[in-house]
């Protein structure tokens, strides 16, 4: 089955410390996109990227890092300098900037 | 900044009605719009899309509006069931911005039996 994967489910972070969020596709799709989505809210745009070994930053990019070294996969970096990454972050990957298909998510708490 | 607001945060509706959920956006060079409902705890699952050309767009119980005269995009789920409970958002991809969706607030439905 064709799918989007994120992993971990659920990710603790301690203070300083940076931790990484994967994502793969095998939608073959050249776009991905990383979105983070506070309790109650919608979801805001932390990076994307349409094409491989390029990569923009969203509208909430400080404190996050990404690599876009390989079609499928699309991992995003929480740094210690997000002082608020408690949230819960989604992927999606769409062929041509339509039709997005969004990861499970994972729920990224602070400890 | 730009973006794409609901007008109600929750809708209630009794199973059996039709439900109604609506969205305004600000960019008028938006050329295509989604709607996703998102159950708890999950990522947000497509439900149906609609293009600038079109002022109308029907799925499976489900039909999309798009007035862009007043910028404003509704969906309309008919006998709507329990397990349409979620929370209901509109995004809109402006052309050209390298297919970016920016989404609303979202609206939280709950069916009631």
């Known amino acids: 089955d064709g799918g989007i994967t994120q992993s971990p489910k659920y990710l603790f972070r301690k203070e300083g410390q940076n931790v990484t969020l994967s994502c793969e596709q095998n939608l073959n799709h050249d776009a991905m996109y990383w979105y983070r989505q506070d309790p109650g809210q919608g979801l805001r745009l932390i990076y994307y990227?349409?094409?491989?070994?390029?990569?923009q930053k969203g509208d909430i990019a400080e404190g996050y890092s990404v690599s876009r070294e390989k079609k499928e996969s699309f991992p995003l970096t929480v740094t210690s300098a997000q002082k608020n990454p408690t949230a819960f972050y989604l992927c999606?990957?769409?062929?041509?900037?339509?039709?997005?298909?969004f990861g499970s998510g994972t729920r990224l708490t602070v400890v | 900044g730009e973006s794409v607001g609901l007008h109600l945060p929750t809708l209630s509706v009794q199973e059996g009605d039709n439900s109604i959920i609506n969205c305004a956006y600000s960019n008028s060079a938006s050329d295509y719009f989604i709607w996703y409902k998102q159950e708890s705890g999950k990522g947000p699952q497509f439900i149906i899309d609609?293009?600038?050309?079109?002022d109308k767009r029907q799925g499976q119980r489900v039909t999309v509006l798009l007035n862009k005269t007043v910028k404003h995009l509704s969906l309309q789920i008919a006998a709507t069931q329990p397990g349409d409970s979620a929370v209901y958002f509109c995004a809109e991809t402006p052309y050209n911005q390298g297919g970016k969706l920016i989404f609303g607030q979202g609206t939280e439905l709950s069916v009631k039996p």
């Open positions: 609609i293009r600038s050309n079109m």
């Open positions: 999606a990957s769409s062929p041509a900037g339509y039709g997005y298909t």
């Open positions: 990227s349409q094409i491989v070994n390029d990569f």
